[in-house]
């Protein structure tokens, strides 16, 4: 069965500073898709980035990027420049062809002024 | 194009009653699936529906059900509720053959 885990319950950055979250899976499979969620205190489920595992370029979107070691299974979130809205709970995910997503536990992220 | 909606936003019910969550996709999609994300845990699938047919399944007992309707909205039925079913449920579309689902806002739902 395909696992998530997210090691950092819970992490701080400085505003303006930049931050690396960790994520780590376990599959068999060889096609599949990784996501990073954001989840704000409004609930509302944001996708932040995505990955498909046969694309060896890593994925930006603006401030975010990933770090994507498909041998080793890690797929780390780096968020540059951060602001006090990227506070939330962040949540690695992870998709294969039947469309069920499989989320880790998440980590808080704090943002310090 | 409006998003997913997913009503009511909260509701309270008492241990063995039973309870009908209700989710809109986004207009053109034909997929449905829910999860349910206990407090400080990450969201876990229940179901997908595509075309009102159900195409997976959690692990999730059979006191949960659910149902796609032509409209591809969809409701998720909990019967005999436990004070564990108390959680956020997410209700996400996407479109045939997309790998990208977005997410409700969700029904916070809590049994006392």
């Known amino acids: 069965a395909q696992t998530v885990t997210q090691s950092q319950p819970e992490m701080s950055v400085q505003e303006a500073e930049t931050v690396t979250l960790s994520c780590t899976y376990d599959?068999?499979?060889?096609?599949?898709?990784l996501f990073w969620y954001k989840q704000p205190p409004s609930r509302q489920m944001i996708l932040v980035i995505r990955?498909?595992?046969?694309?060896?370029q890593n994925a930006t979107e603006n401030r975010f990027s990933v770090n994507f070691q498909k041998a080793a299974k890690s797929f780390s979130l780096k968020i540059s420049d951060s602001q006090l809205g990227d506070a939330a709970m962040y949540f690695c995910?992870?998709?294969?062809?039947?469309?069920?997503?499989?989320f880790g536990k998440g980590t808080r992220l704090h943002i310090l002024p | 194009d409006a998003g997913v909606t997913q009503s009511p936003t909260h509701l309270i019910k008492t241990r063995g009653q039973h309870v009908t969550l209700r989710c809109s996709p986004i207009s053109g999609h034909k997929s449905v699936s829910w999860y349910q994300q206990v407090l400080g845990q990450g969201p876990q699938f229940i179901f997908q529906?595509?075309?009102?047919?159900?195409?997976g399944r959690g692990n999730f007992p059979d006191r949960f059900s659910a149902r796609q309707f032509p409209n591809y909205s969809s409701e998720l039925n909990v019967n005999a509720l436990l004070l564990g079913d108390s959680a956020l449920y997410l209700c996400?579309?996407?479109?045939?053959?997309?790998?990208?689902?977005?997410f409700g806002p969700g029904t916070r739902l809590t049994v006392t």
């Open positions: 529906y595509y075309e009102k047919e159900e195409r």
């Open positions: 995910a992870y998709m294969n062809r039947d469309d069920k997503i499989i």
């Open positions: 599959t068999s499979e060889s096609d599949y898709y």
């Open positions: 990955q498909e595992a046969y694309k060896q």
């Open positions: 996400a579309s996407s479109r045939q053959n997309s790998y990208e689902q977005y």
